[in-house]
């Protein structure tokens, strides 16, 4: 007999929170506000359903991670190819659409140094 432990509803929704980081802080680095709205429409990362177990949520969690440590680091360089692709395989294992190649990342991170976005978070905000 094997015991499992299902995901949590915290685990879910820390997975929807580093979606939404990507979206906002590592897609508008990479990319055009129009690409960016595409990627919503074609469900880019948007889980198609709860993950099964404990084990399954922390692999994306982690995967997710990782991708992003890869993506905001000042210097893109070819030796973290082969750790970006794993961890993308590892999410569309678990459903999740991600369908960038390392490379794009690369020639995109030059042209895109200082554009805004819409999507960006902003850098402050009223509170009243």
């Given at each position: 007999?094997?015991?499992?432990?299902?995901?949590?509803?915290?685990?879910?929704?820390?997975?929807?929170?580093?979606?939404?980081?990507?979206?906002?802080?590592?897609?508008?680095?990479?990319?055009?506000?129009?690409?960016?709205?595409?990627?919503?429409?074609?469900?880019?990362?948007?889980?198609?359903?709860?993950?099964?177990?404990?084990?399954?949520?922390?692999?994306?969690?982690?995967?997710?991670?990782?991708?992003?440590?890869?993506?905001?680091?000042?210097?893109?360089?070819?030796?973290?190819a082969a750790v970006f692709n794993k961890n993308?395989?590892i999410l569309q294992e678990f459903g999740l659409?991600?369908?960038?190649?390392?490379?794009?990342?690369?020639?995109t991170k030059c042209m895109r140094s200082m554009?805004?976005?819409?999507?960006?978070?902003?850098?402050?905000?009223?509170?009243?």
């Amino acid at each position: 007999m094997k015991i499992v432990f299902a995901s949590t509803p915290s685990q879910e929704e820390e997975i929807n929170d580093l979606v939404g980081y990507i979206y906002s802080n590592i897609f508008p680095v990479y990319f055009t506000d129009e690409e960016i709205c595409q990627f919503e429409k074609l469900r880019v990362l948007q889980p198609t359903e709860d993950f099964n177990t404990l084990k399954d949520a922390f692999q994306v969690m982690t995967s997710m991670r990782t991708l992003i440590s890869i993506l905001e680091s000042t210097q893109l360089d070819e030796q973290y190819a082969a750790v970006f692709n794993k961890n993308v395989t590892i999410l569309q294992e678990f459903g999740l659409f991600f369908p960038f190649e390392y490379e794009q990342f690369l020639e995109t991170k030059c042209m895109r140094s200082m554009m805004l976005s819409v999507y960006s978070k902003a850098d402050n905000e009223l509170i009243i």
